[in-house]
């Protein structure tokens, strides 16, 4: 019986974290337009959804190993925090982003 590689370990850990965000991104996309987040201004809901459409951009580069996508979604993470802090929608387990943010800065190095 042969065991994976390490290498194809990470691989799969980097599809399977891609996927994961992948998904959150697309429930959040969703999730924007269903009323929730209308109290938080006209705007909100919009910028919200247009981030999540430049993370799903900066996720599919990361995929094929593009080393600056991983700064963009670093940046996105940052801007994304940035709006719900203006707005006051920030909540603490979104800072749970930059986890896979640092992850990725590290592994495209």
Same mark, same amino acid.
């Given at each position: 019986m042969t065991h994976p590689s390490k290498a194809a370990n990470k691989e799969y850990f980097l599809m399977i974290l891609l996927g994961c965000l992948f +998904?959150?991104?697309l429930f959040d996309? =969703?999730?924007?337009f269903t009323g929730a987040y209308a109290i938080f201004g006209i705007l909100y809901p919009s910028a919200h959804a247009l981030l999540n459409i430049i993370l799903f951009l900066a996720l599919s580069f990361i995929w094929s190993k593009?080393? *600056? %996508? %991983? *700064?963009? /979604? #670093?940046?996105? =993470?940052v %801007?994304?925090?940035? #709006?719900?802090? +203006? =707005?006051g929608a920030f909540e /603490? $387990?979104? $800072?749970?982003? /930059? #986890?896979p943010a640092i992850y990725f800065l590290i592994k495209l190095k």
């Open positions: +998904a959150l991104g996309l =969703v999730y924007s593009e080393k *600056w %996508a %991983a *700064w963009l /979604f #670093l940046g996105i =993470v %801007a994304h925090m940035g #709006l719900d802090l +203006a =707005v /603490f $387990l979104k $800072l749970i982003l /930059f #986890l």
